[in-house]
T-cell receptor, first 115, second 112 residues
Framework: DTEVTQTPKHLVMGMTNKKSLKCEQH?????MYWYKQKAKKPPELMFV???????INESVPSRFSPECPNSSLLNLHLHALQPEDSALYLC??????????????FGPGTRLTVT | GQSLEQPSEVTAVEGAIVQINCTYQ??????LSWYQQHDGGAPTFLSY????GLEETGRFSSFLSRSDSYGYLLLQELQMKDSASYFC?????????????FGKGTRLSVIA
């Protein structure tokens, strides 16, 4: 199984809502990532978990809160977002963080619209 | 820090060969990856070069010259389904916290 799944596929939320994005992989990968991607731009790294511990936080606003409940799951909790946060949110995984981060498996993404 | 340069758009004819170049500037280069992303889809890993030379995988090949800080992705026998964005990405020892840094992407359009 080389699949990374993400739910929901689409999400529309108001600026006062709280929602969560979910990501799951069963490849035994120990590194998991959250990226944000705007149209016609490259993926922009937000967070990295390695062995279920937050390894990297790329100065992301606190209205985005990641969580890694176990080695297969990754969540992104959203609260008080702004319209400019509307984007495609991609989850990815790799075998590890160091030597094998060059090959990442991406999920299909959650298309988020903040109204 | 790092910087990557790749053309923003390339157009090629079905059945032809196209080369997408990527030049990079890093202080501690490990390797160069290539990803494909169709509109509305997720990035998909294509190849990785850590050493100089050509790596071939079916219709796609990737080349690296570490001395020139340059690589390219070569797509042969182009098909309409190859129309997508292609990103080069570097692994860099001195990239701080970021394990993989993506270029801005090249949008390939394959025409009949």
């Amino acid at each position: 199984d080389t699949e990374v799944t993400q739910t929901p596929k689409h999400l529309v939320m108001g600026m006062t809502n709280k929602k969560s994005l979910k990501c799951e992989q069963h490849m035994g990968h120990r590194a998991m990532y959250w990226y944000k991607q705007k149209a016609k731009k490259p993926p922009e790294l937000m967070f990295v978990y390695s062995y279920e511990k937050l390894s990297i936080n790329e100065s992301v606003p606190s209205r985005f809160s990641p969580e890694c409940p176990n080695s297969s799951l990754l969540n992104l909790h959203l609260h008080a977002l702004q319209p400019e946060d509307s984007a495609l949110y991609l989850c990815a995984s790799s075998q590890g963080l160091a030597a094998s981060s060059y090959e990442q498996y991406f999920g299909p993404g959650t298309r988020l619209t903040v109204t | 820090g790092q910087s990557l340069e790749q053309p923003s758009e390339v157009t090629a004819v079905e059945g032809a060969i196209v080369q997408i170049n990527c030049t990079y500037q890093t202080s501690g280069f490990y390797g160069l990856s290539w990803y494909q992303q169709h509109d509305g889809g997720a990035p998909t890993f294509l190849s990785y070069n850590a050493l100089d030379g050509l790596e071939e995988t079916g219709r796609f090949s990737s080349f690296l010259s570490r001395s020139d800080s340059y690589g390219y992705l070569l797509l042969q026998e182009l098909q309409m389904k190859d129309s997508a964005s292609y990103f080069c990405a570097v692994r860099d020892r001195d990239s701080g916290n970021t394990p993989l840094v993506f270029g801005k992407g090249t949008r390939l359009s394959v025409i009949a």
